[in-house]
């Protein structure tokens, strides 16, 4: 059997991993892989986490499944934190709310829920959009489309042109929507765009599915959750993806919830039914170790209180990273990076060829995704300069066609 596989290539980013750490280079700077960093370049174990899960430990009598859908008190959590418990979605009950393995799972069971509930509906991600969004979502046997987003090359939002690209959907068909500090262009929607993309789903008869991994990420907690409260609000059916790998830093611990909008209450059970179902079939129980830490962050008032100064923290590390890089760019003459200030998240598009970034990698050890996408995490006070000088020497005005 086995020897009919061939060997299949390296995972882009896994073979970026590979690479810097084979690296002996002391310059070498990471901006690959999709994990916050703090200044001394390690991905912390949040505070509130540490307390949250000693807690856990000290009272836990058992590792026995929990249930299909997950703790119930973690799901309760994570609704009323993304949505708050005033929603009219909530308090229509017309929400389901699950906790799946991290934000992909939330992803590829929302695609598993289209495909059973409308196979023929085609499901629109931004070009670009993030790497596994695709093979997440079109390994469930749905057809993908793309619409415009973002040129890299002027670094510019394509709204326009997604606008007029999006009008050609049908009804029925999803949109996958970044709900803030899109991944791997750091460019968001504004409020007057977001109200333009509703009124345009409303119109069409789109379903929207947002997914929100970088929440407080990219104006602190509440800022984040308005366009996803906004756009929930606005239709009758939607699906959210939420993580907390980022935010709690709960990479490992796989920690994410899919929560539904459904037109009514029994519809809303009828997707219940379905969503459980597609857990047991893909991986029967979801884990409860993390969703068991985040339930304990997010249900003691004092632990939140210090999450979120936490989370501000961090959020204001990538900040200042982001305009320290603009400014140093700019005095190696490299050009105008000033969208890096206006950008939010972790992530920017550099606007640099696959060739340049493998020349960036090879004579200056710097290391990015091939489509040019830099983690700004990874930048630190005492390499901020040396990252510029060699951004300047491969793409310099001189330098670039």
Known sequence: MFSELSTLREDPILGLMARYRGDADPRKV???????????????????????????LAAQ???????PAGRAEFN??????????????VLGRRTVTVQTPGGCGALRVGAELVRAAAPQARVWVSDP???????????SGLALQRYPYYDAATHALQFGAMIDCLQGAASGDVVLLHACCHNPTGADLSAV??????????RRGLIPFLDLAYLGFGAGIEADAVAVRRVLASVPEAL???????????YRERVGALICVAADPARAEAVRSHVLQIGRSIYSMPPDHGAAIAAGVLGDADLRALWQRELDAMRGRITGMRALLAEQLGAAGAGDFGFLRTQRGMFSLLGATAAEVAR????????MTADGRMNLAGVMPDNAGILAAAIAA????????
């Open 129 to 139: 959009t993030w790497g596994n969004h695709v093979p997440l979502l079109g390994s």
């Open 360 to 367: 960036l990698r090879e004579e200056h050890h710097v290391y």
């Open 61 to 67: 009598t058992t590792k026995t499944y929990v249930a």
């Open 193 to 202: 765009q977001w109200d333009e993309v509703i009124s345009l789903m409303q």
């Open 240 to 250: 959210l993806a939420v993580s907390f790998s980022k935010n709690l830093g709960l």
């Open 394 to 401: 491969v793409l310099g005005s001189a330098n670039r066609p």
């Open 30 to 56: 990471d901006l690959g892989v999709g994990v916050y960093r703090d200044p001394s370049g390690n991905t912390p174990v949040l505070e509130c986490v540490r307390r949250a899960e000693g807690a856990l």
């Open 76 to 89: 309760v959590a994570v609704t009323g934190l993304v949505l708050e418990d005033t929603h009219p979605a």
